[in-house]
């Protein structure tokens, strides 16, 4: 018998040296499990006391919104019409409840009275039917999911409407908490901090305790940025290091596959985010953000399909799922078609239309981007607004890198982003301001709370080093779990505190 010897196999090793050791396990810490389940633990547990203390209806859009969850939860994942009008058939208690509280959301000086709770717990699901329009029809079902579902527990177990609104309040937190639990979890600490102070933002809590579109909006605005993270990640991973080589095979097929899905679970997330505001679709330039370190071909390719497949589903949900059905009439005055001609044509005054609208609300916009609750837009005391603003831009500055590689493809990345919020703008300038007004009208900040997550990853996706203060940075990042909590606890405070002058002091 004759012994077959067996062929040796070859392995590649890599020798790293100590300081890019260093710099990878700085690259690599994340926030222990425990920290982010106290975190987002606390998260929701503050969130259920700020839904308890808000009184209905006092966030934003809630009237219109809450109609439209209500409508969807009796399957009516389309609205119908009524001599024209688009709108739903309701039992009368819901108007009746809305109109109670709509007038706490008129003055500032009205504050919550046990009359409008006791009149509100009176209305119940089998009053008689009554046919109210809105103007939220053209919203995709999705992001009412968990607002429908609420709506649905609360007829099964009460015939009280307001159950069905808390609940549907609370399934949106929850929602909230979830997804955005598993994207943070997903970054490393440099990045996680800045991000943790994003959700901690009044104006994000208020958007999470509330029945509105945009809570989900926001979470999804989260798991996308993890997708693009955690996609350049293992494709960067994949250049640097030589692959192990079994058999003359080399093994990086489990890191291709982690980055496909990745890019499925951004393509996705980035996909029902644009339904809802057409201009995010500019994101999808930065959604194959791997593939334009590493493929050039394979990142056109895939930006293409994106672009593609997410203009055409949203052509057919306005043509066949929204159509001219739940749309706001349009004011008088307002002609896109027109209107996008001088905004191409006239570059000049597109630039003097910016300066005047950031000279005009500006401030305003920043005030409740940081802070504007619902109803309670800029309610805050000055003291906060600028506090709050220095730790946030403190918080987004410590995810930029120094020294950092490829300046013009990040340039290029920060170039896609600001498009993104410059047509966002000229959106309203274009479906809600007049014809050649000199400001745009409609604009909001909380518009641009769902670009704040992708810039944050843009602005601190790798670093080229060590840093200098190695021994200063480390206990830096030791140190900002505490201020996570700590700010979590002071903005809990000033939101419960505003909240309670406004309505119950």
């Known amino acids: 018998m004759t012994s077959r010897s067996k062929k040796p196999t070859a392995i590649t090793v890599q020798c790293v040296s100590a300081d890019e050791v260093g710099t990878q396990s700085r690259e690599n810490s994340h926030f222990s499990r425990n920290f982010v389940r106290v975190f987002f633990s606390l998260y929701f547990v503050l969130g259920l006391g700020m839904i308890g203390l808000t009184p209905p209806f006092q966030s934003p859009d809630a009237f219109a919104h809450f109609d439209r969850a209500f409508g969807i939860s009796q399957g009516q994942l389309i609205t119908t019409t009524a001599r024209g009008v688009p709108g739903d058939t309701f039992p009368v208690g819901v108007i009746q409840m809305e109109d109670i509280f709509s007038a706490m959301a008129e003055g500032r000086s009205v504050t919550a009275t046990k009359y409008e ?31 429908s579902l609420g709506i649905v527990v609360g007829r099964i177990f009460s015939s009280h409407l307001l159950v069905g609104y808390y609940l549907a309040e609370i399934l949106n937190l929850l929602t909230f908490v979830v997804l955005t639990k598993w994207a943070l979890s997903r970054f490393p600490r440099r990045l996680a901090f800045p991000l943790g102070v994003f959700l901690l933002l009044p104006m994000v809590n208020s958007l999470a305790i509330s029945i509105n579109p945009d809570c989900l909006l926001l979470a999804l605005s989260m798991v996308f940025a993890a997708s693009i993270y955690s996609g350049y990640s293992e494709s960067r991973k994949s250049e640097s290091r030589p692959p192990l080589v079994d058999d003359g095979k080399p093994r990086v ?22 339904l809802e505001k057409p201009p995010l679709l500019l994101l999808g330039l930065l959604l194959p953000l791997a593939d334009l370190h590493s493929n050039l071909r394979r990142y056109f390719r895939r930006a293409l399909l994106f672009m593609v497949s997410a203009a055409v589903t949203y052509e057919v949900w306005t043509k066949f799922g929204a159509g001219p059905q739940g749309k706001p009439v349009p004011l008088i005055g307002v002609s896109p078609a027109r209107q996008l001609t001088l905004v191409l044509t006239n570059p000049l005054k597109d630039v003097d239309v910016l ?59 920060l170039s896609v982003w600001a498009l993104v919020a410059v047509v966002l703008m000229f959106t309203f300038y274009l479906v809600d301001s007049q014809y050649s007004l000199p400001t745009i009208i409609g604009l909001q900040g909380r518009y641009f709370l769902p670009l704040v997550p992708t810039l944050v990853v843009l602005l601190g996706l790798e670093s080229t080093r060590s840093p200098r203060f190695r021994t200063l940075a480390s206990t830096v990042e030791e140190f900002a779990g505490i201020s996570l909590i700590c700010l979590q606890a002071w903005m809990g405070t000033a939101f419960a505190m505003t909240v309670l002058h406004r309505y119950w002091l």
């Open 355 to 413: 300066i005047q609208t950031f000279r005009t609300y500006g401030l305003l916009d920043w005030k409740e981007f940081i802070a504007g609750i619902g109803w309670l837009d800029t309610w805050f005391p000055s003291w906060f607004y600028v506090f709050a603003s220095i730790v946030f831009v403190l918080a987004l500055l410590s995810a930029v890198s120094i020294g950092r590689r490829h300046v013009g493809r990040t340039i290029w990345s």
């Open 117 to 147: 709770y006791v009149y509100g717990w009176h209305q119940t699901w089998n009053m008689p039917l009554y046919f109210t329009n809105f103007d939220t029809g053209g919203n995709i079902p999705f992001l009412y999911l968990p607002q």
């Open 253 to 274: 097929h489990l890191r291709h596959v982690l980055t496909n899905a990745n890019y499925q679970i951004g393509f996705v997330s980035l996909l029902l985010m644009a």
